[in-house]
Every structure is written in C-alpha cells, then in structure tokens.
C-alpha cells in the first residue's frame, strides 16, 4: 500500500516507517500535520496513519481536513496516541477508522494493514465488475434466490441472555421483503440494526444482504477497536461512526443510505447495560424505564436516509425493568392515520398500558391493537417493523 505516516517523534518515524517497509509497503514520513494534509492532497494515498499530539495540526485536526478532500473519502485513517482516553466524548473521533493506543504489538497492528489492504483491493474491483457485459438475468430464478437469501439472513425471533431480551416482529401492513432485520453478539457488547428498505423485491433484497455484510457481527468484528485503554463508550461511538461511513460509501463501504426509508442501529454493552444508537429517515423509538418514566426519539421525518442524519449517537444507560422499542413509520402511520405526531402518542398510551406483560407478547399486543386500523395511503411506504429491547 501506498501509506502518509504523520508523527512528530523521529523515533516513532524512524522504527514504523522501517516495519511499514520490511512489510512491503510504500511509505511517505512527515513530521506534522499541515505538511501530511498538503502531501495528502496532491498524492494518492491508500491509507493515513497519524499520531494524535502532534505540534501546528494535532492528528484529529487533521483527519478532519482529510474528510473534506472531495473524491477521497474512502482513505483509511488510523489514529494513534498514548494519551489517557477515559472521561473524553466519544465524538471527537468522528471520521477516524481506526484507534490504536501505545504501546501497542507490531503483529497486531500488522494483521489490521492486511484487512485494510484487502478492503482496497475489493474497492479497486468495483469498477472492473462494472465494465463487465451485462447478462440478462432469470428473473424466476431470482425471485427463489432473493427469497432464499431473506430466510437465511432473518435472526431468531428472539435472543435472551446475561439479564438481556432482544425480539422483533413484522406486522400485518406490509410484504415482509420490505422489512429487514438483525440482532448478533459482538464482544462485549450486543449489536441490532433494523431498516424499511424500499424498491422491488429484488433489490430490496440485494440491499438487504449488503446491510447484513457491512453491519453484521463479521463486519463490526472485523473493525473492533482492541485496545485496553479504550473507554466502552468510545468503542460504541467509534463502531457506529464507522458503519455509518461504510454506509455511505466510504472505508470500503456502498452508498446504499438513499435506498432506505429508515434507519436503526445500535450496540449495547452487556455489562452495563448502557446502549447507544443512530437512528435516520422514517425509523422511531420509544423508550418506557422500569419506574415509569417514558421517552421518545421522534423520526428524523426525511423521505429517505442520509449521512447528516446518523451525526447524532444517543445514549441511553438502562436499569432493571427498562424497555426500548424501536418501530418503522407504518406503525406510527397505523397508530395515528397517518397522522404522524398523534401516531406516537398512541403507541405511548399503549405501551403504558402493557408493562406487566412480557416483553415478547407487549410487542405483539401492541401490533395486534393497530392491526385493524386503516392503511397508510402510500402502502408502499407503511412498512410495519418491530424490534424491542429490555432488561430483565
């Protein structure tokens, strides 16, 4: 690879630039960072590794200049410090891919060049795949494989462990092909996403494989910030941000967020129980604590999904008897007649009213209530999808 190696100290220049090389690699060394931004902009790099604390421009600064460079938002950027991270936000790192803490092991951070080295390669083939002749495909055959491919990619209806219950449902407004999906064990923590994907069958389930292989377990595990020193909070934050780059193209992503209505995906950490989430387009949550006290995170309200609208990470610490509930804009339109804010309303008074059940069958009771209900005008767009999380 062709690699921008940014540090200030002529040690750590001297000793990574000669592993960097012995590996094969193609390394540029500066020792600050308005020098790295100007040698970014006028050469092709494939990857920036950059240390934090450095003098004029510090690492951060620097990584979000590179963001700005148009045409170059797929470059890796690797940040490395000794600093201290606990108590710092965990937004600070937006735009970074990548956080390695000193010291770190040479045979670590080398398997992490090969997976960024492979993900080039895969970039480097798309345009290739797309200069290839066309072939007119089969539909029927497609339409089997697509159906195929949706069951094989649905989670269990239902995940329990450590004190934690993961469901989810689809309700009655809508082709389930619309509606995907996925909840999976990372680490420490549990990982959900689910979208109201639109387009025809086909393609809703194309795009429906492509969010199973850039969010699932395989594709966040494969980005796991390993260091020991890293707050749970900042690895939350750094894993969401960097799918919802990958969602838009970028760290050898595909663009596929204006193919979607909406948009939720979330980690929690097990141990405590604290959750963040993004959340974009059509796509709410509701939030009902153990004690009572209840909660919303309305709809962004966009037709369609973009990056702007995953900037924002909420958080939400829960406790004992605490629930979420995260739905598609078909059942706020069903609750509300497409009325969309006396939508929510109406699934908050319903949730209020189910506490003592289950956490399973409140998510199906309330489904059942707004069943009966007229459709949206716009069938296509009343999706009804369901994923409810609570702690036991």
């Not at 459709?375 to 036991?392: F, H, K, M, N, T």
Request: charged letters at 25%; proline letters at 6%; aromatic letters at 8%.
């Amino acid at each position: 690879m062709n690699i921008l190696f940014a540090d200030d100290d002529p040690v750590m220049q001297r000793i990574l630039a000669e592993q960097l090389k012995d590996a094969g690699h193609q390394v540029a060394v500066v020792g600050d960072g308005y020098e790295a931004l100007e040698r970014f902009q006028s050469e092709p790099f494939q990857l920036v590794i950059t240390d934090w604390q450095m003098p004029a421009m510090d690492g951060l600064e620097l990584v979000r200049q590179i963001r700005k460079v148009p045409g170059r938002d797929r470059t890796y950027v690797i940040l490395i410090t000794g600093k201290e991270l606990d108590g710092l936000r965990a937004d600070i790192f937006s735009g970074v891919d990548d956080l390695i803490t000193k010291p770190f092991d040479w045979r670590d951070f080398e398997r992490r060049l090969q997976r960024v080295e492979e993900q080039i390669i895969r970039i480097q083939q798309e345009p290739e795949a797309a200069a290839e002749p066309s072939v007119q495909p089969d539909f029927s055959h497609l339409n089997r494989l697509s159906g195929e491919l949706r069951q094989a990619m649905r989670p269990a209806r239902s995940f329990r462990g450590e004190g934690i219950e993961c469901n989810w449902q689809i309700g009655p407004h809508c082709p389930e092909y619309g509606q995907t999906q996925n909840f999976f064990e990372l680490s420490d923590f549990l990982g959900f996403y689910m979208a109201d994907i639109a387009g025809e069958p086909i393609t809703v389930d194309m795009t429906g494989a492509l969010l199973h292989q850039l969010l699932g377990a395989a594709a966040l595990a494969e980005r796991y910030p390993e260091g020991k020193l890293i707050p749970v909070s900042v690895k939350q934050d750094l894993l969401l941000r960097q799918s919802a780059l990958r969602l838009s193209g970028g760290a050898g992503g595909m663009d596929i967020l204006p193919r979607l209505r909406g948009l939720t995906l979330g980690l929690m950490h097990r141990e405590s129980r604290e959750m963040q989430y993004m959340i974009a387009g059509r796509n709410s949550m509701s939030y009902l604590s153990g004690s009572g006290r209840f909660s919303i995170a309305p709809s962004p309200g966009a037709e369609s999904c973009s990056p702007e609208q995953l900037e924002s990470v909420y958080h939400i610490p829960f406790q004992s008897g605490d629930r979420a509930f995260f739905f598609t804009e078909g059942l706020t339109k069903a609750a509300g007649k497409s009325r969309i804010a006396s939508g929510q309303e109406r699934i908050f008074q319903t949730l209020q009213e189910l506490p003592e059940l289950p956490l399973t069958e409140s998510a199906r009771e309330l489904l059942a209530r707004f069943a009966a209900l007229p459709e949206s005008d716009d069938p296509g767009a009343a999706g009804v999808s369901l994923l409810s999380i609570g702690i036991e």
